[in-house]
């Protein structure tokens, strides 16, 4: 099993539509949590990180479920300009953090 | 607004030839990274750096080496590069214990 397992999609919703993306991972004793977005050739970039009580940020927000190790993006009222790769990234404890990154999401938004 | 650059953005090299990948930061972060992209697989660690002078391997260490002189710069080798080491390569910085990672631009390389 992965450590950290995301749907590949591609997700492809009309302007407008609520989509919403899963992340899973396999470490209990994982402590921080963060969504970035690609886009096409483009290096990651951090869209918002994962809080135990949830966190939003204007159309985003993000949840997470310990009792069953995943974590979620949702996206409302999705723009053209949302269409991109969302990877999810889940820190793990050990003798040095490591970031394990999931191999991401691909959104494409349609008019 | 942290700053992490990268030496090139395109490279194309032959098969054999030694190549620097060069990586650097401006927010005086311990932490530096260096990952592979390829289509399907995501991001996969390299090598990782937590102080000047020292290395540690990732998941995919083989036909790699690096080095950190400098608190700044983090550098990815290749000793002789293969074509499966075409790939897109992305460094990344963080300060400690933080999680939170800022990647450079990535550079794309070609070995034919």
């Known amino acids: 099993r992965k450590e950290v397992e995301q749907d590949p999609g591609p997700f492809n919703v009309p302007e407008g539509a609520t989509v919403a993306f899963n992340c899973t991972y396999s470490?209990?004793?994982?402590?921080?949590f963060f969504w970035y977005r690609q886009d096409c050739r483009k290096e990651p970039k951090l869209l918002m990180s994962v809080y135990s009580s949830g966190n939003e940020d204007g159309r985003f927000t993000a949840q997470l479920n310990r009792a069953s190790q995943y974590i979620s993006l949702l996206i409302r009222d999705s723009k053209l300009s949302d269409s991109a790769t969302y990877l999810c990234?889940?820190?793990?404890?050990?003798?040095?953090?490591?970031?394990?990154f999931g191999a991401g999401t691909r959104l494409a938004v349609h008019p | 607004d942290v700053k992490v650059t990268q030496s090139s953005r395109y490279l194309v090299k032959r098969t054999g030839e030694k190549v620097f990948l060069e990586c650097v930061q401006d927010?005086?972060?311990?932490?530096m990274f260096w990952y592979r992209q390829d289509p399907g697989l995501g991001l996969r660690l390299i090598y990782f750096?937590?102080?000047?002078?020292?290395?540690e391997k990732g998941d995919i260490p083989e036909g790699y080496s690096v080095s950190r002189e400098k608190k700044e710069r983090f550098s990815l080798i290749l000793e002789s590069a293969s074509t499966n080491q075409t790939s897109m390569y992305l460094c990344?910085?963080?300060?400690?214990?933080?999680?939170?990672?800022?990647f450079g631009p990535g550079t794309r390389l070609t070995v034919t």
């Open positions: 470490n209990s004793a994982s402590q921080s």
């Open positions: 990344a910085s963080s300060p400690p214990q933080r999680g939170r990672q800022y």
């Open positions: 750096s937590y102080d000047v002078k020292m290395k």
């Open positions: 927010m005086d972060h311990e932490n």
């Open positions: 990234a889940v820190l793990f404890s050990g003798g040095y953090n490591k970031l394990i």
